[in-house]
């Protein structure tokens, strides 16, 4: 079985600071996983994808990840914020296989303080 | 534009109407699903659809009725809805349901969906 921990469900930063968004994962495999974005009003939309290759994944908008077996973690990073990255950000988990259904975490809401 | 579109953005219904919701991919794509999205829960995954064959069904209530005409639409039909299935309605499309490094998922902009 596999589930995803979004370990704050909000987090706040200044306009121009660096995000971070936390997230660990627990599963059976060597897990595929993805961040998504959901800005308001809209549908999720994918961020970035680590599937076994790099360690350190980088996605649209200046957003990288860095995948640590050792911390089973998978936490989104971005060196300086922009008003626009304000939304709700998902982390997900599969297996590589493909074979079991994306495993989404709740979710955290990024606001930018200008 | 995602290239997966929804209609109707926003939908108001009595428990007692009957309305069909509908989600078109412009991507090629084989696979389509909907989620539903309510809020401070994980995203549910309600049906699948891949090459016009439902997958899978999550222990979904029968008053929600998936149809897939062909690999480019997708409807839910509802009928008698509750007042706690009130929620954003997704529709995602993917190249591939399942299969080595699951394909992304593309979303749609969803259907905002109210009971009363």
């Known amino acids: 079985a596999q589930s995803v921990t979004q370990l704050d469900s909000h987090v706040s930063v200044s306009e121009g600071t660096p995000v971070l968004l936390r997230c660990n994962y627990s599963s059976s495999y060597s897990p595929s996983l993805f961040w998504y974005v959901q800005h308001p009003n809209k549908g999720l939309q994918l961020l970035l994808k680590?599937?076994?290759?790099?360690?350190l994944v980088k996605g649209i908008n200046g957003f990288e990840a860095e995948f640590k077996k050792s911390e089973t973690s998978f936490h989104l990073t971005k060196p300086s914020a922009h008003m626009s990255d304000a939304a709700e950000y998902f982390c997900?988990?599969?297996?590589?296989?493909?074979?079991?259904?994306?495993?989404f975490g709740k979710g955290t809401r990024l606001s930018v303080i200008a | 534009e995602t290239g997966v579109t929804q209609t109707p953005r926003h939908l108001v219904m009595g428990m007692t109407n009957k309305k069909s919701l509908k989600c078109e991919q412009h991507?090629?794509?084989?696979?389509m699903y909907w989620y539903k999205q309510s809020a401070k829960k994980p995203l549910e995954l309600m049906f699948v659809y891949s090459l016009e064959e439902r997958v899978e069904n999550n222990s979904v209530p029968s008053r929600f009725s998936p149809e897939c005409p062909n690999s480019s639409h997708l409807f839910l039909h509802l009928h008698t809805l509750q007042p706690e299935d009130s929620a954003l309605y997704l529709c995602?499309?993917?190249?591939?349901?399942?299969?080595?490094?699951?394909?992304?998922?593309?979303f749609g902009n969803g259907t905002r969906l109210t009971v009363t």
């Open positions: 991507l090629g794509h084989n696979a």
């Open positions: 997900v988990v599969s297996d590589p296989s493909g074979n079991t259904p994306l495993v």
């Open positions: 995602a499309s993917s190249q591939q349901h399942r299969g080595p490094s699951n394909s992304p998922l593309h």
């Open positions: 680590y599937t076994s290759a790099a360690t």
